[in-house]
């Protein structure tokens, strides 16, 4: 699966992958730490993720 920050209403292209939602989340978390000063994501900002993610396409 894939998601774009930009799904999640951020002026950013990046684009994270994974295999699983942990890993998405994961790599989404990382990102975010480092691009937008964000430490830590809360919970209702990753299950929107998961959703988006789910939404944005049917990969692996
Ligand atoms: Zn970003």
Same mark, same amino acid.
């Given at each position: 699966?894939?998601?774009?920050?930009?799904?999640?209403?951020?002026?950013?292209?990046?684009?994270?992958?994974? !295999?699983?939602?942990?890993?998405? $989340?994961?790599?989404?978390?990382?990102?975010?730490? !480092?691009?937008? !000063? $964000?430490?830590?994501?809360?919970?209702?900002?990753?299950?929107?993720? $998961?959703?988006?993610?789910?939404?944005?396409?049917?990969?692996?």
């Amino acid at each position: 699966m894939e998601l774009r920050c930009a799904d999640l209403g951020l002026q950013c292209s990046t684009k994270v992958t994974g !295999d699983t939602e942990e890993e998405l $989340v994961g790599k989404l978390a990382q990102h975010a730490a !480092d691009d937008h !000063d $964000v430490p830590v994501l809360n919970q209702t900002l990753i299950d929107y993720a $998961v959703s988006r993610a789910h939404a944005g396409g049917e990969g692996r």
